[in-house]
């Protein structure tokens, strides 16, 4: 699904992902135990062609958008969001994201990005409700959910594991009436 939407604020642009972005860095990101400990990725050894295909798939199909986070002072891309899969019949979607680049962590990223991508995903596709899934270990992820007012709807006892253990996994939803703008 081809969007030209740009969101931009904080520090980061959101601009859906070029092909352009598939490069070894990218590949690295998603290669390194620290970034890909609560994405489902590990699991498969991810290289150019991997990557490549992903990201092709993402900007030719129908239901779902995958934008890369960029540093707005420089355009660097230091991670990605995805919404989808869409459901058209119901108005949902889920969200997925992560950042690459380590010395980006803590400084709100994640935080503004789902803002952005929830503003995309209620006011361009008219979705009523987001959704989004995130291990109980994932303390940051949960954090920027739930700093943008993703309640807690759901838990999954020893439903997923990381390294050798079982945890929860959390399953959140925001509903267009609880969106606000950061
Ligand atoms: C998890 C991740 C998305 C967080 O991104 P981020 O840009 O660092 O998050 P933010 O800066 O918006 O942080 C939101 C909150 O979480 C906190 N936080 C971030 N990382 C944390 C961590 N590892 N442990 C504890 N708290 C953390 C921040 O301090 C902030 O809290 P505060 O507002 O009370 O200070 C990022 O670290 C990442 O991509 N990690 C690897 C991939 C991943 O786990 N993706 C999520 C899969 S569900």
Known sequence: MLTN??????????????MADCNARYVAWLNDPEVNQYLETRWNEQNLETVSEFVKFQREND?????AIRLSSDDR??????????NFHYNHADISY???EKDMWNKGIATNAINMICDFGF?????HRIE????????GSCKALEKNGFVREGVFRKQVM??????DSYHYGLLKSEYRKI
């Not at 740009?6 to 859906?16: A, E, M, P, V």
């Not at 891309?77 to 869409?86: A, D, E, Q, R, Y």
């Not at 989004?132 to 303390?139: L, P």
Request: glycine share 16%; proline share 2%; aromatic share 10%.
């Open 77 to 86: 891309h230091i991670g990605n969001i995805k919404i989808g899969p869409i």
């Open 98 to 100: 992560f950042i690459g």
């Open 162 to 167: 990381s390294g050798n253990e079982y945890m």
């Open 5 to 18: 939407k740009t969101y931009i604020g904080g520090g980061i642009t959101l601009r859906q992902i070029e």
């Open 123 to 127: 006011h361009e596709l008219s979705l």
């Open 63 to 67: 239901h779902s958008v995958l934008f």
């Open 132 to 139: 989004a899934g995130a291990y109980e270990k994932a303390v």
